[in-house]
């Protein structure tokens, strides 16, 4: 079958499912009930004023990245960002990325090593999904959503099949997990699955937690720096995505 046909059989069966989706353009005047733009800042004039003053006040670096970060697309603009960012959610350090969706995909399909344990929400996004996908973990196992219970059985069986085997020889495992889920809008249970990580690696062993803040950043915490701020577990949590993307009007 030409490829022409396959790929419209595809969009057929999508339609059939109810999964055809297009890009549609909402009507100036039109209420927004569906984006993301949660604080309404992508239209507040004060923010956008502020925001050309510093896009007008650029000497350095030029407006294009010219290239790679690793070449010669790297700037002290970029650096000093990435130091703000850390200071402002408490964290050790932090990295940019061109979109949370490039985040989440290049973090699962390159942190975890060969053999290791990914334990993630039935619900956790796509972009989690697709670094799943091209990682080299051992062993990728869904969870039911928010249930800690199956969670901490799941995570006893990993642990009792790595006892006896020496430090170096245990899997790490990566718990990931989403503070505010988009679709439901309900609030992971983020403390309890802390205590979970902590009963069974209690001196930190090889268990981390990978937590999703796109949808709680800007809502949740002092200032808006989400939920892991908010409920002050800074320092059990292993990764933190945060995104521009949504309540602060931007885009990474």
């Known amino acids: 079958m030409p490829l022409e046909s396959q790929l419209s059989a595809v969009l057929a069966s999508r339609q059939q499912r109810s999964m055809y989706r297009r890009l549609i353009t909402n009507l100036p005047n039109s209420i927004d009930f569906s984006s993301n733009d949660f604080l309404g800042l992508s239209r507040n004039e004060t923010f956008k004023s502020l925001f050309l003053d510093e896009l007008a006040a650029f000497l350095h670096p030029p407006l294009g990245s010219t ?21 402002f959610h408490n964290a050790e350090t932090a990295l940019l990325f061109n979109s949370g969706f490039d985040a989440n995909s290049g973090f699962f399909a390159c942190v975890p090593r060969p053999g290791d344990v990914v334990l993630y929400d039935e619900f956790i996004h796509a972009s989690v999904h697709e670094g799943m996908r091209m990682s080299r973990a051992g062993l990728k196992r869904a969870f039911r959503h928010d249930d800690v219970g199956e969670l901490e059985r799941t995570v006893r069986e990993v642990v009792e099949e790595d006892r006896g085997k020496k430090a170096t020889e245990r899997r790490n495992v990566f718990i990931a997990v989403e503070t505010v889920y988009s679709m439901d809008g309900d609030v992971a249970p983020l403390t309890e699955i802390v205590e979970v990580v902590k009963k069974f690696w209690p ?3 090889n268990g981390y937690i990978v937590v999703d803040e796109a949808h709680a950043t800007g809502i949740y915490g002092q200032q808006g720096r989400g939920m892991v701020c908010e409920l002050g577990l800074e320092a059990f949590i292993f990764a933190r995505l945060h995104t521009f993307g949504k309540a602060l009007a931007s885009s990474g």
Do not use: F, H, K, V
Request: charged share 25%.
């Open 67 to 87: 290239g790679s970060r690793l070449l010669e697309g790297n700037s002290p603009y970029a650096e000093q960002l990435e130091s703000d960012i850390a200071r």
């Open 203 to 205: 001196s930190g062993g």
